[in-house]
């Protein structure tokens, strides 16, 4: 018993899983410290020979331990990722060649995630139909930009002009799930799509977060207006599942977009010189959003950084000049020229803790739910705390080709994450090439809704997005041999590309709508039967002009 003590510094009838864990936790050598107590404890009580009574007592301690060890871990371990994010009214033109400093190509900080929201991308009726077949030249340009560097796309949504695009580093791809989408009208007694709100929604390692990028009603009088219809678009837009089933009921929001507000009362001779001088702050007090901010609740729960770079609207084109000339009304008079205006902007929200539950004064309503729903909230927000940090908010006088300049927002998104594992492992079996038929092994590693529609994708390495397969194979219908633990899928030689490359597997849950499994990458190799032959490179299917590409 003496030996215990010393060991522990604690009688053996009182062993602290409290002081075990503290000691545990102050080193990065707590583990193996942790190991060697235990050890010696074990020892110690084998030797006592001790009741069964002491014995229990001793592993509950010990269980214990390993519980306050764990959280006491968790709670102190936290990621960093930053989002780099964009909205720029195009002002119906096409995209410029490069766009490298727009998304920071070359700066040594790589985003994790990267939030783009365009308003007025040409959507004339021939164009929209074309695009809706295949992609926009907009998100084209983006995914051949971010592809090469290890983004994919993960999600987007277009309506008419408002398209939303959503990048990710591969690496993080497995933990975006619940991944939605939606839009909401407000042109035209909301009727037509030129104004409104498109938006995404997702898990990013546990933590719920929605993007919407809003192009909201024009011109100096309709200030009101553009709340009413923000505060429309908030009530209309709805998701799944109920826990998150509104805007406002996720973690992190960013509401962004040409919401249009002006600068109002102020002159065009005091605008112009306060822009020339660079005193952007006395032009702030007289910013609709700031003023509408001070009356309206729901803009006073989202924060914005300084308005330190000059108002992005409205410049005549390919110059960094204001608008210089007056403009033709549709009853043939001619305008006066735009003053100009932050119409481009970028908020945020965090949600708030919820408060304590009041007391229920009605009877017949049993708040025992409410207050249960509300104690696991306030536990997970003590346990996956959430945080997030502007480190820069600018526009970029680069681009000429719309009257409005990009604004660019980027933050550090602090989080815990609530799993570190993805849903599924999946891997090449052996070598592959289009000489004989090949293997995939996948296992689940947590318990996912998988179903008959679950699909296997081959990439090649860079792909752009989801549907940037070179073939896939059915879970259930091309499945070959599985057991508890592993199954085998069948992909026919046929659908091997003949030319090979590097490329990998992707587990697609058709439920949940992402990739929940990556495998790591493996070379397909060349066919030998196809280089015996001398097939050349025209006679090479399509799939193979993919992978070639």
Request: aromatic fraction near 12%; glycine fraction near 6%.
């Amino acid at each position: 018993m003496d030996e215990i003590r010393r060991v522990f510094g604690s009688p053996i009838g009182r062993v602290r899983s409290d002081s075990i864990a503290s000691s545990a936790t102050q080193s990065s050598g707590s583990r193996l410290l942790l190991r060697q107590r235990l050890a010696q404890l074990m020892t110690c009580v084998d030797d006592l020979d001790p009741s069964p009574q002491l014995q229990e007592q001793v592993v509950r301690s010990l269980d214990n331990a390993f519980l306050v060890c764990g959280k006491r871990a968790n709670r102190t371990k936290k990621d960093n990722f930053r989002l780099h994010m964009v909205t720029w009214n195009v002002a119906t033109a096409d995209p410029p060649d490069d766009i490298s400093s727009l998304l920071h190509l070359n700066s040594p900080k790589t985003p994790d995630l990267y939030v783009i929201g365009l308003q007025e991308v040409y959507a004339a009726p021939h164009r929209f139909i074309i695009d809706m077949a295949v992609e926009d030249s907009w998100s084209h340009l983006f995914m051949s930009s971010l592809a090469p560097r290890g983004y994919l796309k993960v999600s987007s949504v277009r309506m008419q002009g408002l398209l939303l695009l959503v990048f990710s580093k591969l690496a993080h791809v497995p933990f975006i799930r619940d991944i939605q989408d939606t839009y909401t009208r407000t042109g035209i007694f909301g009727y037509w799509g030129n104004k409104g709100g498109v938006s995404i929604r997702l898990s990013f390692y546990g933590h719920m977060l929605c993007f919407l990028n809003c192009h909201l009603a024009a011109h100096m009088q309709y200030a009101s207006q553009r709340v009413d219809e923000f505060e429309y678009i908030l009530d209309t837009q709805t998701f799944d599942p109920k826990e998150s089933s509104h805007i406002l009921d996720h973690k992190l929001v960013f509401w962004f977009g040409d919401l249009n507000f002006r600068i109002q009362d102020h002159g065009m001779h005091f605008l112009r010189n306060c822009i020339t001088s660079h005193k952007f702050n006395l032009l702030w007090s007289k910013d609709q959003l700031t003023m509408m901010k001070k009356k309206e609740a729901v803009l006073q729960e989202f924060d914005e950084g300084p308005l330190d770079f000059q108002p992005t609207y409205k410049f005549d084109r390919f110059s960094d000049r204001y608008d210089s000339r007056s403009h033709r009304t549709w009853f043939g008079f001619h305008g006066k020229m735009r003053k100009p205006a932050w119409t481009d902007r970028i908020l945020w929200r965090v949600k708030p803790k919820e408060p304590p539950p009041e007391e229920e004064k009605d009877e017949d309503r049993d708040s025992g739910l409410d207050e249960k729903n509300t104690k696991q909230q306030q536990e997970e927000e003590e346990e996956f705390p959430l945080r997030l940090k502007q480190d820069s908010y600018t526009s970029n006088m680069e681009y000429g080709v719309s009257d409005h300049k990009p604004v660019i927002g980027i933050f550090t998104l602090e989080l815990r994450k609530m799993y570190e594992t993805p849903l599924v492992r999946v891997y090449a079996e052996g070598e592959w090439s289009a000489d004989f038929d090949a293997m995939v092994i996948y296992s689940p590693l947590q318990p996912f809704p998988s179903s008959a529609w679950d699909w296997i994708g081959l990439y090649k390495v860079g792909f752009r997005s989801v549907s940037d397969y070179i073939t896939y194979t059915w879970v259930k219908d091309d499945e070959v041999s599985f057991n508890d633990e592993l199954t085998q899928v069948y992909v026919s030689k046929d659908e091997i590309p003949v030319l090979g490359g590097e490329c990998v597997l992707c587990y697609y849950c058709s439920t949940l709508q992402c990739i929940v499994g990556i495998s790591s990458p493996f070379k397909v190799q060349e066919s030998k039967v196809a280089v015996e032959e001398g097939l050349a490179p025209e006679n090479i299917n399509g799939l193979d002009k993919a992978t070639a590409s």
